[in-house]
């Protein structure tokens, strides 16, 4: 029912039990980045993880996938490759999808991405021409937009504000002065420290500055198709 591969470090799954000397020695060896993993020993990780967290043992989980134990002990230790069957009876028996399954084995390598102040774009948009400062906080860099982070500052001398409508759902935190601010037919006022979240694709944008200087954070998050 499977294939041998050389025996592998994995990580283990996180567990309540006290630790003595043997379990400390052998969680050493499951020191291995997630992302470096072959796909099968991503597999054995994954539903190492869920039937641990489902408080089935070894036992419990090949019984409920038709599996013997060893088997199952070789997947969950990446030295064995289960047929596309046998993951579904595995991912079932842990209840979950074998969508779901693949989706949890995907390697993502973790990033972050620090803009110092003197580093941050000053952007145009609608506004601009208002008097309106936008400062993009952060860029993406793959291919598809997930969210645009701005730091907006605005004051009275504009007597004209524009409106917006975009894709996405976007999120306002004042940090300084009040305004009201149009949503479709409403208008809602907005103090330091208020936080307001809506629906991009409806009309909006400042009503009136109830103060001289107005800052605020505004994060637009794109829905991905």
Known sequence: MGRE??????????????????????????????????LEQ???????????EAN?????????ADLSSAMLSR?????ATASLDALERLAAAVGIGLG????????????????????????????????????LLAYDRGPTKLFEPFFIQMDKKSETYPRFSHPGTEFIYMLQGRMEYRFGDKTYLVEPGDAFTFSGDVV??????????????????????
């Not at 994995?10 to 993993?37: C, H, I, M, W």
């Not at 089935?56 to 409920?64: F, K, P, R, Y």
């Not at 109830?210 to 198709?225: G, S, T, V």
Request: no cysteine.
């Open 75 to 79: 997947i969950e230790n990446g030295m």
């Open 100 to 135: 779901d399954l693949f989706k949890e084995t995907e390697a993502k390598q973790a990033s972050a991405q620090l803009v110092k102040r003197d580093e941050q774009m000053e952007v145009v948009r609608v506004g601009t021409k208002y008097g309106h400062t936008y400062r």
């Open 42 to 52: 991503r597999i054995g990780v994954v539903l190492k993880r869920r039937r641990l």
């Open 204 to 225: 909006h944008g400042p009503e009136k500055l109830l103060d001289e200087k107005i800052r605020f954070l505004a994060i637009i998050f794109y829905h991905p198709e």
């Open 5 to 38: 591969k050389p025996k592998a470090k994995v990580p283990r799954a996180p567990s309540t039990k006290p630790k003595g000397q043997a379990e400390e020695e052998e969680e050493q060896l499951y020191d291995k980045d997630f992302a470096n993993l072959s």
């Open 56 to 64: 089935l043992t070894l036992a419990d989980l090949s019984a409920g």
